[in-house]
């Protein structure tokens, strides 16, 4: 089944500096591909998604590349601010699979003043 | 706030306790899905229901019964659960469960812990 790789597990970053946080997914007919956040005591949100006919979106400060040669796909935060600290899950998913999500293992992101 | 909401936020249960967790949501989505997120581990998915209509069991020990009175409504029934249950439950929701992925917009979970 499909299997999706999260790096790195926890990533400290200076505020203001920039964080990238990498996922890797198995079955190369994964079409879509959603990033949560997920910040102590609340449910995950989704801050920006991407899907397989794009390479690239943009949001402001949040940026989502996809390769699907390599089949990876990352997150790109820039300008990070304190309020950005939170958990990161990356997930997977085709059509036809009744939509279901496959998560990668969550990166713990702490942006210090 | 996504629009979905769980009660209760936090639950202390002994083994042989009955009792229920609760998920509504109020975006007019026709699909509820229920997680279980353990530390260090991935989120994993456990039941998906679309339009009332179950379809989705990922294996789930029954001692966890889901119950989908309608599509804004979604229960976890639990009954002599285990010590390794012990975990935040998320309830998500999404338009419907078709063809295309759709995206998921979770609630703050039910943190749970059996005794």
């Known amino acids: 089944g499909e299997n999706v790789e999260q790096h790195p597990s926890t990533l400290s970053v200076q505020e203001g500096d920039s964080a990238v946080i990498k996922c890797t997914y198995s079955?190369?007919?994964?079409?879509?591909f959603p990033w949560y956040k997920q910040e102590l005591g609340k449910g995950p949100q989704l801050i920006i998604d991407?899907?397989?006919?794009?390479g690239e979106k943009k949001d402001q400060r949040i940026a989502v590349t996809l390769n699907k040669t390599a089949k990876h796909f990352s997150l790109h935060i820039t300008e990070t601010q304190p309020e950005d600290s939170a958990v990161y899950f990356c997930?997977?998913?085709?059509?036809?699979?009744?939509?279901?999500?496959?998560f990668g293992q969550g990166t713990e992101l702490s942006v210090k003043p | 706030e996504t629009g979905v909401t769980q009660t209760p936020r936090h639950l202390v249960m002994g083994m042989t306790n009955k009792k229920s967790l609760k998920c509504e949501q109020h975006?007019?989505?026709?699909?509820m899905y229920w997680y279980k997120q353990s530390a260090k581990k991935p989120l994993e998915l456990m039941f998906v229901?679309?339009?009332?209509?179950?379809?989705e069991n990922n294996s789930v020990p029954s001692r966890f019964s889901p119950e989908c009175p309608n599509s804004s409504h979604l229960f976890l029934h639990l009954h002599t659960l285990q010590p390794e249950d012990s975990a935040l439950y998320l309830c998500?929701?999404?338009?419907?469960?078709?063809?295309?992925?759709?995206?998921?917009?979770f609630g703050p979970g039910t943190r749970l812990l059996v005794l």
């Open positions: 229901y679309n339009f009332k209509e179950q379809t």
């Open positions: 079955d190369s007919a994964s079409n879509y």
């Open positions: 997930a997977a998913s085709r059509d036809n699979q009744g939509g279901k999500l496959i």
């Open positions: 975006l007019g989505h026709n699909a």
């Open positions: 998500a929701s999404s338009l419907a469960q078709g063809r295309t992925s759709e995206t998921q917009y």
């Open positions: 991407i899907r397989s006919n794009v």
